[in-house]
């Protein structure tokens, strides 16, 4: 997941492959509760593992419930079986309503039949969401709940330290106009309660978002307990309901995350389809609909049991004017596809968009406008004006996310725009929430011109902190990172394993000089992790001993070892960009990079600078004999005939003797944000 201030996506020009999806974020916190209030046992498979669901399972934790991970995303979970293990504690659950909701709901009722005292909080965002509803219903119930801050808002605190009566007598009445997790909280926490008489749920007004509460029947009925309902009015739990483990269950892949990657198909998916896998077209969860709608728009989608396969078809996509109500979270998608419509689009029945992570409908309104859209809006609808397929109109926007994951993931379509602008994702972090890798994902199934993909070249002598630089502005970046020296130390060592001498005497022979270039042209490398592997091996400190500095700066001068990995070296300007360092990252390997920087410093200050880091390691070294020997080292570099070491006519000079670390690194990206359309 990428912990970065900003992530910049170039513009994108096709999308195919595969994609697994993680799981479902309804489910996974529906489930990991049902399974906590259970007796017995329960293996929950393909979990999401996300910023929600960890709330939730600290929360449990923190109750008492036995907890156990079997794997990244299988957890097995041993209920209480309807009793309070813990009385009192506080819960930090977020910006989780799938958390914040049923854990109110189910601790209001537990504390009314055994006493306790529960805290809930989250973030400040959090407190912003409505849950006066729920609680009215809690309190005609008999529940007890205090307001710790303000009324009908988080954070509540539940129960009393003895017990109350419940008041089953009566239906509980719940509003449904304002958001479906009110009525399943009420449906998951009321089984608890129902042991001698039945209790019954009235709606009151319109239901919405009803196929959320599908996914909270057929769970709740996976885990013994059949709610019988008239319409989506009514809905009455049996008297005698007991929660009974399912032994093991599977959780679905998330489709509202799915409806990116539909989308993605629809926009992008010109030569072969993107598939998705983990769910498919008989999800339970109705967001699965939303395949429907990018049908209706001209998507081209060919669906199995559990994976779904999505071509270009109509393009420019199809306007719609669509009641969303069925698919509340998967709607945000369509307003980012209008864009490449033939016409206006309006989604309408959207107000619960008003009390989820962020007002959605004002912030999807204020970011399309930024990339050229004109965006009409009202209290439950949205309508969007396409930008066309022609490029006329779109401009580079940086797109405010307002700790919404899917603002984050919905704004990243628009890097498909005509006119081939970037886009930049604010605080791209935030898909925590639902989809930490989504994108890494989404970089695995698209394609941009290589020339779209940025670079920055941070290229000088040996010892001026070059690595250090690029290591540490690419992770601001969320770049990758080219260390070209690290390629020659690691092409020294390759020769020396083969039995390849590399002492400048023998290196004049022409046809060892051939032999090392085809054994860099094939040079079995990668990079992961901050380590360096060649053929299998680990080779991270063999490569950094001075032997192999001294090695690579000698098979540097030879011109067919750089020709050789002239085509390795530029295979690493992948998505969504690069930080390339070396001596001729500017001048030869990438010509077109948008910011170079020749990075200098003294040759006395730069002998200091490996003496301590060498004595730091435990080596010897004498400060006079390292300054020697780079004064001979850049002799050398700039007196090679293939590419000498010498500045780009374009690259910005960089002093840094007198700077530390990260005064390089903010120059460097403050000569970057310049050169970037986004405004500063």
């Known amino acids: 997941m990428y912990r970065t201030a900003f992530l910049d996506i170039p513009p994108l020009t096709r999308a195919a492959g595969s994609v697994r999806l993680p799981g479902s974020k309804s489910i996974s916190n529906r489930v990991l509760l049902l399974a906590a209030l259970c007796d017995g046992v329960t293996v929950i498979e393909d979990l999401l593992d ?3 669901t960890r709330v939730m399972l600290e929360a449990l934790a923190t109750l008492g419930c036995g907890l156990e991970r079997l ?54 965002r959090m407190h912003e969401r409505p849950i006066g509803d729920l609680v009215d219903a809690l309190r005609q119930l008999g529940g007890t709940i205090e307001d710790l801050g303000q009324p009908g808002y988080p954070p509540l605190a539940v129960g009393a330290p003895a017990p109350t009566p419940l008041r089953l007598d009566a239906p509980i009445q719940v509003r449904g106009d304002v958001s479906s997790q009110f009525l399943t909280a009420l449906l998951l926490a009321l089984p608890l309660a129902a042991q001698t008489r039945a ?5 009151v007004g319109e239901l919405i978002s009803k196929p959320y509460i599908e996914i909270t029947l057929r769970l709740l009925a996976r885990f013994g307990v059949e709610v019988q309902r008239e319409g989506w009015s009514r809905f009455t739990i049996p008297a005698g309901a007991r929660y009974t483990t399912p032994g093991c269950i599977h959780v679905e892949g998330d489709a509202s995350s799915a409806s990116y990657f539909v989308a993605l198909g629809a926009i992008a998916a010109t030569d072969a389809p993107v598939t998705i896998e983990g769910v498919g077209l008989d999800s339970i969860q109705g967001d699965i609909r939303f395949v429907e709608a990018a049908q209706a728009m001209g998507a081209h989608v060919e669906g199995e049991a559990n994976r779904l396969h999505v071509r270009r078809g109509a393009w420019p996509l199809r306007a719609l004017d669509l009641d969303c109500n069925h698919i509340p979270d998967a709607a945000m998608t369509l307003a980012v596809m209008a864009l490449y419509a033939d016409g206006p689009t309006t989604l309408r029945h959207i107000g619960s968009w008003r009390v989820k992570e962020t007002d959605r409908i004002a912030a999807m309104a204020a970011e399309l406008r930024q990339l050229g859209a004109t965006v009409d809006e ?124 590399t002492d400048e005497a023998a290196l004049a022979a022409p046809a060892l000089a051939q032999r090392l270039g085809a054994l860099a042209e094939r040079l079995p490398v990668r990079f992961a992790d901050g380590r360096i592997w060649l053929a299998g091996d680990d080779v991270t400190d063999a490569v950094r001993s001075e032997a192999a500095g001294m090695a690579a700066s000698r098979v540097s001068a030879v011109p067919a070892v750089r020709a050789g990995l002239l085509a390795l070296q530029r295979g690493f300007r992948r998505l969504p960009g690069l930080v390339a360092d070396g001596r001729d990252m500017g001048t030869v390997v990438f010509p077109d990079a948008p ?86």
């Open 199 to 203: 209790v019954t749920i009235e709606v």
């Open 50 to 52: 996300s910023d929600d």
């Open 71 to 124: 794997g990244p995303t299988t957890v097995r979970v041993r209920g209480l079986a309807g009793r309070l293990h813990v009385r009192e504690a506080r819960l930090f659950l977020g910006n989780a309503g799938t958390a914040m909701r049923p854990l109110t709901a189910a601790l209001t009722v537990l504390t009314a039949l055994q006493g306790g005292r529960f805290e809930l909080s989250g973030v400040p």
């Open 595 to 680: 910011l170079k920087v020749f990075l200098t410093a003294s040759a006395a200050t730069r002998a200091r600078r490996r003496y301590e880091q060498l004595i730091s390691r435990g080596e010897t070294a004498s400060i006079d004999g390292l300054l020697a020997d780079l004064e001979a080292r850049d002799a050398r570099d700039r007196s090679r005939a293939a590419a000498p070491l010498k500045p780009a006519e374009d690259a910005l000079a960089l002093d840094n003797s007198e700077q530390t670390i990260e005064q390089s690194v903010d120059t460097v990206l403050t000569w970057w944000q310049r050169s970037r359309p986004f405004g500063g």
């Open 378 to 501: 009202g209290p439950d609808w949205l309508r969007v004006h396409p930008l066309g397929t022609d490029g006329r109109g779109w401009r580079a926007a940086a797109i405010h996310t307002y700790d919404d994951h899917r603002m984050a993931m919905c704004a990243s379509l628009a890097a498909f725009n005509p006119a081939r602008v970037p886009v930049r994702i604010l605080d791209p972090q935030c898909v925590g929430k639902t989809f930490p890798d989504y994108f890494e994902t989404l970089w695995s199934v698209v394609e941009a011109a290589p020339a779209d993909i940025p670079v920055i070249c941070i290229d000088g002598p040996t010892a001026s902190g070059k690595g250090t630089l690029a290591a540490a502005v690419a992770q601001r970046l969320g770049y990758h990172v080219l260390d070209s020296g690290a390629l020659y130390r690691v092409v020294g060592l390759a020769a020396e394993r083969a039995g390849l001498p």
